[in-house]
């Protein structure tokens, strides 16, 4: 076993260790000297929103909050390095594609358009008004608008997402895959269904007078640093914080703050989890259906005693319909099937359910262990009636928490970037932009790659991110960007989608979020929404990384002027001169938008009206709806297991601390004491002891689904860890080949990306180098 790549960490989460780790990342982009004041301007008044992730800020006018992560995002974004076209152009695209993703983004900024040459295989300056009519000419030659496909990633703005669905959807089509799809999709389906709108119905002060709030699949100390700042206020003030989780996480067990002096110099920190259970992979279902049977059977048993009831009958009776078709499904399903799924004791659970029924106000967070599963529209339903049955939700200090995922995904989907568009939001597009907008739906990410790869000579143009990476079925995927006339994608830095070209293909490279961006009416600011629907004002303060480089919103209106150029009644050129005129618009379509420009310029911007919030229910029956589902029984790794002999075991497939999603800061994965390597995974000792191996072996995982098709990975280092036996877990986005497409969430189609079967085996080979160690 190398000890330089495993190291106990029994540390706080926080503390010295994030400082330093901010410190080595602003040195490492060159950025010293303005680096600092850089990050004192994330999330303030006046200054940007943090592009790491979607959790709120105290009110956007309290003084600096740090964030290891968020600082790190930043940093990133705000590199002294310079991908210019001459340094691309030094390699082949064959070559960069030796090379890793952390390498390819620490190239850094991209700073002119760049179209690729097929003869010399490189990528060349192109300028902006050809790369435009490139993409035009392509888009109108297509026989069918159904033939252009436009992805969005979540840091794009309200004011470019707005006007990039006003394009697509004046184009003719509503095929806008997003990366929702493969993150909290399952959580706006389910919600909407169970209480008529899709988000979280709880605000910041709810968690400062929350009773209890239930963690399930999150792990905030490297996703979510600032929400760790609400949960150690609230375990400070005796609030129990229950997590629900396979792996042992440091951020849901200790916490230093930073920003206490106190803390930092005395080495204090405070307990986040006051209980820890740790169920496994995809057992959340049967944990919650557990605790529902607890409260239910308690319930019945006060009934008997003539006490006080657990549930809230008032509530149940006035706001919710099919409680008692739900109750006797509870009721009926058997203990043995809830313990062995959820892969917890009968004590955990009833232990889990007292601490439910002892609070009185009760808030659930959850994050990707919950969404990528095939069940997690029914785990999520399910947690939605846990908290319906004593009232918890609609009033303060209690609800629902989807913590999203990238700052503006919540706001991007607001805006209509949706490939299943309503008839009445449509209907008033087309009003107000005098058009008539297309009505059939379009793909979703897993659609996307099923039509690219079923008809050849689409166009695939991408608002950010890392589609060719992100995605499940690595392989499949890169076909089908193959097999595309045209690939664009817009971004900041190089990253692998570049590299997996069309016919021809180009890289659109705009301003980031931390950058000053002057249209013909001077600075701009754009706006965002984050997780608890709150909609504020960004505006950068760096001079941009290059000054060719175009805002987001201005891509999208030159690209919709030249395609549309005869067309569109739009006027483009002068919407995006002065962004309050893009917001205007979005007041007319939206109502909950109405006097945008002004509510928007008040420091910390408003909150969007959530309906659930007020005990309204905009479903099919009016009221919110309890939904009966069963432990399932039957999932992919049912199945797997029952056709091998073998051991199959449960992969998860999640971040490390010191990653963006498909970005890579460095090797480190600090808080599960993992250095300098990423091809590890995760393994209870008891079954690295049956398969006859030893922390520190190497490993291929190859995956099972009933296709046959064969995906594996290779050279993975075996660490051993606390989580349960058949489950393991590794990084995205090294895993995600073993990702069937065809293996995706049941009604949202989220990739299954946290419960893959798969068997392992020894690696062969003796190629490994003296393991690389930093
Ligand atoms: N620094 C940083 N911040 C980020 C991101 C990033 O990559 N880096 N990504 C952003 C994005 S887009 C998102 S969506 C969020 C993601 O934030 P998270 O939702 O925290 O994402 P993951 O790291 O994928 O996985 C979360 C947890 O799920 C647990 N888990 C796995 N399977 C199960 C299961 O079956 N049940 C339960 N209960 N738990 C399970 C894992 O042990 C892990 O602790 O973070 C956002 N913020
Ligand atoms: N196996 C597995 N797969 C997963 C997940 C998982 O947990 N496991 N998680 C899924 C989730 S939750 C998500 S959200 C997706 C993420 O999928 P994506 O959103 O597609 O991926 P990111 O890695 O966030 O995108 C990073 C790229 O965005 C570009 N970029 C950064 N800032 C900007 C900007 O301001 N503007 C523009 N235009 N571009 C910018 C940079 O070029 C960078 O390379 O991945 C999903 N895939
Ligand atoms: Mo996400």
């Given at each position: 076993m190398n000890k330089k790549v495993v190291q106990v960490y029994n540390r706080p989460a926080g503390g010295w260790g994030a400082l330093k780790s901010v410190a080595q990342q602003i040195i490492e982009q060159g950025i010293p000297g303005k680096g600092a004041k850089t990050l004192l301007s994330a999330n303030q008044p006046d200054g940007f929103d943090c592009p790491g992730c979607a959790w709120p800020d105290a009110d956007h006018t309290s003084t600096f909050e740090f964030c290891e992560n968020g600082a790190k995002a930043v940093a990133a974004e705000s590199t002294a390095r310079r991908a210019t076209p001459d340094i691309i152009a030094a390699h082949t695209v064959k070559e960069l594609t030796t090379h890793s993703d952390y390498w390819l983004e620490g190239l850094g900024r991209m700073t002119q358009p760049m179209q690729y040459d097929r003869s010399s295989d490189r990528y060349q300056a192109i300028s902006w008004e050809s790369a435009f009519n490139l993409i035009a000419t392509h888009l109108n030659a297509l026989p069918s608008p159904d033939d252009a496909i436009f992805y969005t990633s979540g840091r794009t703005s309200n004011e470019a997402a707005f006007l990039y669905q006003l394009f697509v959807r004046e184009f003719g089509t509503n095929n806008f895959p997003d990366c929702s799809n493969m993150c909290h999709e399952p959580s706006g389906f389910a919600m909407r269904e169970a209480i008529g709108v899709g988000k979280g119905t709880v605000l910041l002060s709810d968690f400062q007078i929350a009773d209890a709030i239930l963690i399930f699949g999150q792990n905030p100390g490297t996703n979510h640093p600032r929400m760790l700042g609400e949960l150690r206020g609230a375990s400070k003030r005796g609030a129990a914080i229950v997590s629900f989780n396979p792996l042992r996480e440091r951020g849901l067990e200790k916490f230093q703050n930073p920003q206490d002096m106190t803390e930092m110099i005395s080495g204090q920190s405070t307990a986040i989890s006051s209980d820890y259970f740790q169920l496994k992979i995809g057992g959340d279902l049967a944990t919650v259906k557990g605790m529902i049977k607890c409260v239910l059977e308690a319930d019945v048993a006060v009934q008997a005693a003539g006490a006080k009831r657990i549930i809230d009958v008032e509530f149940i009776a006035e706001h919710t319909a099919n409680f008692d078709q739900f109750a006797a499904e509870v009721l009926a399903e058997p203990w043995d099937v809830i313990v062995r799924e959820s892969g917890l004791e009968r004590a955990q659970i009833q232990r889990a359910a007292d601490i439910y029924m002892a609070a009185g106000k009760v808030i659930a967070c959850w994050g990707m262990g919950i969404t990528q599963h095939k069940h997690s529209v029914a785990t999520i339903q399910m947690i939605v009636n846990l908290l319906l049955l004593r009232g918890n939700i609609g009033r303060p200090g209690a609800g629902p928490c989807p913590v999203r995922g990238h700052s503006n995904v919540q706001g991007d989907r607001t805006m209509g970037i949706y490939e299943k568009p309503n008839t009445a939001f449509l209907d008033r597009l087309g009003q107000v932009f005098d058009f008539v907008p297309p009505r059939e739906h379009g793909y979703d990410t897993v659609g996307a790659i099923q039509a690219m790869l079923d008809a050849p000579n689409k166009v695939f143009f991408a608002l950010g991110g890392n589609f060719a990476t992100a995605t499940p079925d690595t392989e499949l995927t890169h076909k089908a960007l193959q097999n595309c006339a045209l690939t664009v994608h817009v971004a900041t830095k190089l990253n692998r989608s570049h590299l997996v070209c069309g016919r021809e293909a180009l890289i659109l490279p705009c301003l980031g979020r931390t950058e000053i961006d002057i249209q013909a009416t001077g600075p701009q600011a754009v706006s965002v929404e984050d997780s608890m629907s709150m909609v504020h004002l960004s505006s950068g303060i760096?001079?941009?990384?290059?000054?060719?480089l175009l805002s987001e919103p201005m891509i999208v209106a030159r690209l919709a002027a030249a395609t549309l150029k005869g067309r569109s009644k739009t006027d483009w050129m002068w919407l995006v001169a002065d962004y309050d005129r893009i917001r205007d618009k979005i007041a007319a379509v939206f109502d909950?938008?109405?006097d945008f420009n002004t509510r928007v310029k008040v420091p910390g911007g408003f909150h969007l009206r959530n309906t659930a919030s007020e005990r309204l229910w905009k479903t099919a029956t009016n009221k919110a709806n309890f939904y009966a589902h069963a432990v399932p029984t039957d999932l992919p790794i049912h199945q797997a297991r029952e056709s091998r002999s073998s051991p199959v075991f449960n992969l998860a497939t999640m971040r490390s601390h010191d990653q963006y999603n498909t970005t890579i800061y460095g090797m480190n994965d600090r808080y599960r004491g993992v250095f300098g390597e990423r091809r590890v995974l995760f393994i209870n000792k008891d079954d690295m002891a049956e398969l006859a191996m030893q922390a520190g072996d190497w490993v291929d995982i190859e995956s099972l689904c009933d296709d046959n098709a064969r995906r594996q990975v290779k050279r993975f280092m075996l660490v051993e860890y606390n989580i349960p036996r058949g489950c393991l877990a590794a990084y995205f986005p090294e895993t995600n080949g073993l990702v069937p497409l065809s293996s995706f969430a049941d009604y949202a189609r989220t990739p299954t990306s946290k419960s893959i079967p798969v068997v392992i085996t020894s690696h062969i080979e003796a190629t490994v180098p003296a393991i690389a160690v930093q």
């Open positions: 760096n001079a941009p990384a290059s000054p060719e909950d938008f109405a």
